[in-house]
């Protein structure tokens, strides 16, 4: 092929736009998708940068604010296979969906609102969407599978925020992480990865819906540490449900933590050892606590898996919990199955986030794309975790050494008390054997809220999770 007859090589495609917080501050939204390139070396000669991706990015940047000073925010979900739309239009941006609650959703086509407690008060934003969701896509004549994978992901998130940082003049601002779910798995390790790669050490690392260690999520025979684990959190769902009567549900969650962190482990680790006065006593302690029959817990052996639970503890209403929020309750079409075949939380959630997405990027943000946005798409599956193939995902040492390399480095733990796919119980487990040392362990918070997953659904949550994080990045340093 002549080099008159080559395809123009991608280029960034970014749009710029103006508008007003209600503050009466302006800012500048850019969005669009950058080029990601890797440098082609054959034989030691360098050959130039080829395009391997366009990722797709919202920026925000307050007008007239000192760049130095000013802090910056960097921005994802997980999944795997998410994009930012969570955090994006239901906490940190500019803007935010307006959708209802559960017990009182609104229909279609929902609402879109001036988020007054924007983030972007305090720091510059930068949402960025992994290779494969949103509009990010591999290049034309690359494959997408070397970024649907640990280290692929969180090298090309990384080369995105150091493109960004580059380009804007950002290097000497306050950096901040921001992930969720997933997304917490990728900021961990980014958060070493920037530094020993690049050189860029953070400020601070927000961690909302954190699970770091996979372990405190498996359930299976042999490992019975989750099962303790998620106890609070569905004695938290029982109670939002009238499962414990009156009871405050600080009590209830006290009572939940101090069995599932010492007597609970125990009768799980004594199997068949138990008596059966001993045996007897903890079917009706963990019935008690979960909302669910004594014969239920008998015949589970004690062991109550979390979709199960799910299905479960409203069986008798017919009706199903959510697993992302367990506030929320659904139906499934046989209300005798072992499995819920939907999570109702997502189900909530999802057109509401989808639509607004969509309408938002074109008509208030000019960006003109005829793909598909994917919100959340199975199409990264099966994400790669070979290197951890010889154990379970743990990537909580990755950022104690990050924290070891920064002594500067703060964290901020959210956590939803209703959230079934991170349990908050979880997040204190595993932070409880994060090897630092004390003075270290000081840098890390931890902020509760009575949610799920997506904690900012709950209006009195997101008003206090926004007051959070920006206290968290205004913070002086320790």
Known sequence: MSEESKPAAPADNLVTTSHTLPSGQSYTATTGTMVLREEVITDGRFEGLRPKAEVFVTAYTLDGAEPLSRPVTFAFNGGPGSSSVWLHLGVLGPRRVVMGDAGALLPPPYGLADNEESLLKVSDLVFIDPVSTGFSRAAEGEKAEPYHGFTGDLESVGEVIRLWTT???R???????????????????????????????LNGVMLISSVLDYATGE????????????????????????????????????????YAGRDYLWVLAGGDRLTAEERSAAIAKVAALTGLSEDYVDRVNLRIEHIRFFTEVLRSRRQTVGRLDGRFTGWDPDSGREH?????????????????????????????????YEVLTSRVQPWSYKEFENAHVH??????????????????????YHDGATP????????????????????????????????????????????DLAAFVLREQP
């Not at 040392?437 to 918070?445: D, K």
Request: glycine share 6%.
């Open 171 to 201: 290097w000497m601002s306050p950096k901040f992480l921001a992930g969720e779910s997933y997304g917490t798995v990728r900021a961990a390790g980014l958060a070493d990865h920037l530094q020993s790669r690049y050189g860029m050490y």
């Open 395 to 416: 990537v909580a040492s990755r950022l104690a050494s990050a924290m070891r390399t920064n002594p500067h480095l703060r964290v901020h733990v959210a956590c939803g």
């Open 424 to 467: 908050y119980y979880a997040a204190e487990h595993t932070f409880a054997h994060l090897p630092v040392p004390a003075e270290l362990a000081r840098n890390i918070e931890f902020r509760y809220y009575e949610s799920g997953h997506m904690m900012y659904v709950h209006e009195p949550s997101r008003l206090a999770q926004s007051a």
């Open 340 to 372: 819920f075949t939907a999570d109702p939380s997502m189900d909530a959630i999802m057109g509401p986030y989808s639509g607004v997405l969509n309408h938002y990027l074109r008509s208030e943000l000019g960006y003109a794309n005829d793909l598909p």
């Open 219 to 258: 359930f299976n025979d042999g490992h019975d540490l989750a099962y303790a684990l998620y106890l609070p959190t569905y004695a938290a769902i029982a109670h939002y449900h009238g499962l414990h009567g009156d009871r405050p549900l600080a009590d209830v969650l006290r009572e939940a933590e101090a």
């Open 167 to 169: 380009r804007n003049a």
